[in-house]
């Protein structure tokens, strides 16, 4: 996480998506949406309808519907139980030069929503030539319970 980018990287494992990838894991990069990045996306092909379609499907948006519009609205983050933000796929790990996948899409992004109080994304992925342009995407945290790996060098 780098806040002070508005901006973290990471990546996002999925089991059961295809059939020739039953497990596959993927590196993403992320903009958070703050006083760097508005709601606006203005790039992987969403335009001002699909991301009003799909920030509306949180139901914590509800409150900047008739704001984030406007040019001077920036969303504070720092005091509010919900990160918002944008994640976009770049590669399938550790094979990076895979670029297509039967069954699967690094062309479109992910518009997702943590909730700080319960520990929980929520996101809907977006392709403008997906045929299914809200699919939902939820993680919960899952408490670690087995011992930390440590390594001495």
Known sequence: VNIRESALSGYLSIKGLTVEYPELTTFFEAEIIGPKYSFHTRKWQADQKSDAAHWRRFPSFEPFVDKFNEDKFVYDEKDSDFVYMRWKEKFLVPDHHVNAIHGASFAGFYYICYQRSLNQIRGFYFFRQH???????????????????????
């Open 131 to 153: 045929k299914d342009w809200y699919q939902e995407l939820i993680l919960d945290h899952v408490p670690d319970r087995g011992f930390g790996h440590f390594e001495f060098r």
